[in-house]
């Protein structure tokens, strides 16, 4: 690099850790790392089990930085990644045994206004014991729907996954495309359709922006 070495010698690298704290009194003691990265990570999800942890990590080598998920044991045996392109929101069923996301099908098109489609997905990530799979399954795509990078999922105690999107119909031009996304639940029992949650006749305006929510503990409300 010649002189330019020195400029080089100038630069910073931040480090991003994913790491368990044992709560102390008033101090936390440090433990565990998990994962560390010279990618930012990101919306860390802990198992119902507290075995296994989700998270994500923002790929700045990728195009689009598109976000990836990964899972890793509280064993600190090594992150494993679960799909690359997924949005924010990502949830655990139950049994602390699946994972249930939404990814991109398509890099990000150089003109923002284009069309990207997207998949609601699940994929098994751990053994009947709760331990992390050396390689999770195949994905198992579930809804088909228009991606989005802030798109949030939470599976149910009942099996059923609830997630936002936005309604439309195909074929249509860009101007039918909607500006409104709503939250639509996928009943295991009835895997061949989808039902919307929030009634149409909700007044409400929503954020086009921020289509992330959060279930109470109890299930019979929604934070949006």
Do not use: C
């Not at 989005?148 to 495309?177: H, K």
């Amino acid at each position: 690099l010649g002189d330019e070495w020195k400029e080089m010698e100038k630069l910073e690298l931040e480090i991003s850790d994913l790491q368990i704290f044992a709560l102390d009194g008033a101090k936390l003691k440090p433990g565990a790392k998990l994962a560390t990265s010279i990618d930012d990570i990101a919306r860390p999800n802990i198992s119902p089990d507290g075995k296994l942890v989700a998270y994500l990590t923002q790929q700045w080598d990728r195009a689009d930085a598109a976000p990836a998920l990964y899972v890793v044991s509280t064993k600190a045996s090594g992150p494993k990644l679960v799909a690359e392109r997924v949005a924010l929101g990502h949830d655990w069923s139950a049994d602390g045994r699946r994972l249930a996301f939404i990814r991109a099908t398509s890099e990000q098109p150089e003109d923002d206004s284009n069309v990207r489609l997207g998949v609601l997905t699940t994929a098994t990530v751990a053994g009947p014991d709760g331990v992390l799979l050396d390689e999770p399954s195949p994905v198992d795509d579930r809804v088909g729907l228009i991606f989005g990078e802030t798109l949030g999922v939470q599976w149910m105690q009942d099996g059923r996954l609830l997630f936002s999107s936005v309604e439309m119909r195909l074929p249509a031009t860009t101007r039918d495309m909607p500006q409104q996304w709503s939250l639509f639940a996928l009943d295991p029992k009835m895997p061949a359709s989808v039902n919307r949650v929030l009634g149409r006749d909700l007044v409400e305006p929503l954020s086009s922006d921020i289509t992330l929510f959060e279930l109470s503990p109890d299930e019979t409300r929604v934070l949006l």
